[in-house]
């Protein structure tokens, strides 16, 4: 299973909100590309880096931070947040971007997104899939849709998508576990790789997440709050690499 810290972008600097309410802005350090070098030095190879002001945009906003961590560390960047058009997409590609995120995008505009999915391919193209009583949640996690999260996932693995980012947004933030009951469901009903996010506080639940099944886990607040170390986390990056 691949371990993911993430860095979560408003005005440059990394920030931790709580159920995607932005009025609990938290930030943690002023400088994200040094924050990314500290995940890259404990030997980390991934990094789930998220745009909040380009979410809350509808545009990209950050990409001169992703552009930073890209070119000065050797992370594979997943980048996410207010990609809407082909410039956006564009532009998180040209800044380094090895995949992107799409969430809010495959609700309001699934032709633009399979047109992604088509043009640069299921190793490119993450499918996010933020959810609110298994409901999907758009822009930021400020709206939620009538989309049912396994209609949903049906219709894109279909599609041919193969990853698929699920995040409970009750959970996110909270550092009370994860929705492994909800996981678990994904991984029995789709074959997708799924990459659990959200509420993740400790190593019994990244073990947990691990025997499920889940291809990776995104690990946030519980990093910056010291719930769980990088020197913890050893384990599974040594026994992945």
Sequence with gaps: MRIIP???IIEGKCVRLSQGDYSTQKIYDEDPLEVAKSFEGAGIQYLHLVDLDGAKAKHIVNHKTLEKIASQTTLSVDFGGGLKTDDDLRIAFDCGAQQITGGSIAVSQPETFLE??????????????????????TNGWTATSDRSLFEFL?????????????????KDGMLQGPSVSLYKKIITQTNLGLIASGGITSLADVAQLEALGCEGAIIGKAI??????????EHYILKRG
């Design 224 to 233: 910056y709050e010291d719930h769980i170390t990088l020197q913890d986390l």
């Design 116 to 137: 992604w999915l088509a043009q640069y391919g299921a190793e490119k193209i993450i499918l996010g899939a933020d959810v609110k009583g298994e409901h999907i949640a």
């Design 6 to 8: 993430a860095i979560d």
């Design 154 to 170: 049906a219709y894109y693995q279909a599609a041919g998508i193969k990853g698929v980012i699920c995040t409970d947004i009750s």
